[in-house]
């Protein structure tokens, strides 16, 4: 008795191991078509308190080349402006007159998606690699409006961005420079719509 229930016992080790190291492929596509993606509940309760997520900030540029995996994307998006209050819609990040003008896009080496934060979830937009820079992921910051406060709409999100990372051990900087033109037509913007930033996201090169 004793014997299988260490055989058991080791067996269990073995797919939580195995568990843990397998690649989630995300944003695999099944017949050329990038297909919605629905994301984790984020989990409130990972992370490091956010005075050592200060302390430790900081900008990188060099990135492994692992996949994230569904999680942290989840936790990451709904960080950076996700729903924080359901009963009244209001986000993690505050914006100008509550104008909630701040759109992520999610571009990967697949395509490019929009988060819906209503819904907690990606909305395919466009196949192919529209990455402004190397590294897994590059998130996108779209403003609904040209107006000045775009700009600063933007850079509170950016700040969610770089705080999760620093609490979770996320590598990723801010950056202003990229092909906006490129861009423009890969996420398909209209309009008075403005790219602000990018912030490409990954983990840290071990």
């Known amino acids: 008795m004793r014997k299988i229930i260490l055989i058991l016992f080791s067996l269990g080790i073995s797919i939580m191991l195995y ?9 695999e596509s099944k017949n050329s078509e990038l297909q919605g993606i629905i ?5 409130l309760k990972r992370g490091i308190p956010i005075m050592q997520a200060l302390e430790k900030r900081q900008s990188t540029r060099q990135f492994s080349s692992k996949e994230l995996s569904l999680q942290d994307i989840s936790d990451l998006l709904w960080a950076a402006n996700g729903i924080n209050r ?15 003008d701040i759109k992520v896009y999610v571009c990967t ?14 909305v395919p937009i466009s196949s192919g690699d529209s990455r402004p820079a190397a590294a897994p992921v590059c998130l996108i910051l779209v403003s609904d409006t040209n107006k000045e406060w775009g700009a600063i709409d933007a850079g509170i999100v950016s700040q969610n961005i770089s705080l999760f990372c620093s609490g979770t ?3 990723t900087y ?10 423009y037509k890969a996420l398909k ?10 912030h490409p996201v990954g983990y840290f090169v071990q």
């Open 19 to 27: 568990a843990n190291t397998k690649t989630e492929k995300i944003f």
């Open 39 to 43: 994301l984790n509940k984020p989990n």
């Open 86 to 100: 359901p009963e009244s819609g209001k986000r993690t990040a505050p914006s100008a007159m509550n104008h909630q």
């Open 109 to 122: 080496a697949k395509g490019s998606y929009l988060y819906n934060h209503q819904k907690h979830t990606l």
């Open 169 to 171: 051990g996320l590598a």
């Open 174 to 183: 801010p950056r202003g420079s990229m092909d906006k033109g490129t861009l």
């Open 189 to 198: 913007l209209t309009g008075q719509q403005a790219i602000m930033l990018c």
